[in-house]
């Protein structure tokens, strides 16, 4: 099967997928355009929409007040879980023990329970506490049920995150990458400490490997390389290694080599000083396989993927 008939394939089951999980959302905006005299199919477009049946809802069917308690549960709920699910993550996340693996299974395990099979119990317990037709017994219900989930991926989240680096480590990576020759005494007051004390930091986070050099981003287009491009360049078995051989010796001013997604492709960031330049670069490696020429416009600055 070819890579395009795969992508054919997956493309028509993609929007299948997506038909099926429409289709509930037609129905009742279909349904709800419609009269209560109407006996067509629910997958018959309505003919003659009847808009007035919102303003009905409106006006008799209490929907304004609807919306506001929804809003006000999922507003509440939404709370509850994020504090509580964070609070909850962190110890079981950063404190590595056969105590907390336990809690985690069974919190793990509580997520595979079907909420219908606890509904009668559940419905007793809040008649016990009065909390039927009220807004907080609504609440507790809506963040108990879905407070093992926020805990799960929480403490997954933090887990991901180096033990070693803290907020304010994040702000000193932050303030380097935006000014690498940054004085201590002006990083220090960014993040309210000693001058010594940042360099203390920065000293450990070299001995970590987070910082492994400083660099720095030379003006191109002043030492005349005033043009800059982007290849594609598709490989194969036999030209590969040419290619990489090609890449070790060249003279052009490339910054950048990756190798992307599959073994033979790959991205170059290259600047020249003349058309020429860039022609002769061309003709050299399009005979390593399909290359693909992207001239750079602009580049976009303030990007800074590591945040504070």
């Not at 991901?160 to 935006?178: F, Q």
Request: charged residues 20%; glycine residues 4%; proline residues 3%.
């Amino acid at each position: 099967m070819t890579k395009k008939k795969r992508t054919w394939i997956f493309t028509l089951l993609a929007l299948l997928i997506a038909a099926l999980h429409i289709s509930p959302f037609y129905i009742m905006i279909n349904m709800s355009l419609k009269t209560l005299s109407d006996r067509s199919s629910r997958w018959m477009p309505a003919l003659h929409p009847h808009f007035e049946n919102y303003v009905t809802a409106m006006e008799h069917g209490n929907l304004m007040s609807a919306m506001w308690n929804t809003f006000q549960i999922t507003a509440l709920s939404v709370i509850i879980i994020v504090g509580a699910g964070a609070m909850a993550a962190y110890p079981l996340a950063r404190k590595a023990s056969r105590k907390n693996q336990i809690i985690l299974t069974f919190i793990v395990g509580v997520m595979m329970v079907p909420q219908l099979s606890i509904l009668v119990p559940l419905y007793k317990e809040m008649v016990t506490l009065k909390g039927i037709n009220k807004l907080w017994g609504i609440v507790i219900v809506s963040a108990t049920f879905h407070l093992p989930m926020a805990i799960y991926m929480y403490s997954n989240f933090i887990r991901s995150i180096p033990k070693e680096l803290d907020e304010t480590d994040m702000k000193i990576i932050h303030a380097l990458r935006k000014n690498g020759r940054i004085s201590m005494t002006e990083l220090g007051k960014e993040v309210f400490m000693t001058s010594q004390a940042v360099k203390n930091r920065i000293a450990r986070l070299q001995d970590l490997g987070v910082v492994e050099r400083y660099t720095v981003n030379v003006n191109c287009p002043l030492f005349g390389y005033t043009i800059h491009c982007v290849f594609e360049l598709v490989t194969d078995e036999k030209t590969r290694e040419g290619f990489l051989e090609f890449m070790k010796h060249t003279e052009y001013h490339i910054f950048h080599c990756y190798r992307v997604d599959g073994a033979y492709r790959f991205f170059l960031d290259a600047h020249f000083h003349s058309e020429k330049s860039r022609a002769d670069f061309i003709r050299e490696v399009s005979a390593f396989g399909r290359l693909t020429t992207h001239q750079v416009m602009e580049e976009i600055q303030g990007l800074h993927p590591v945040d504070e």
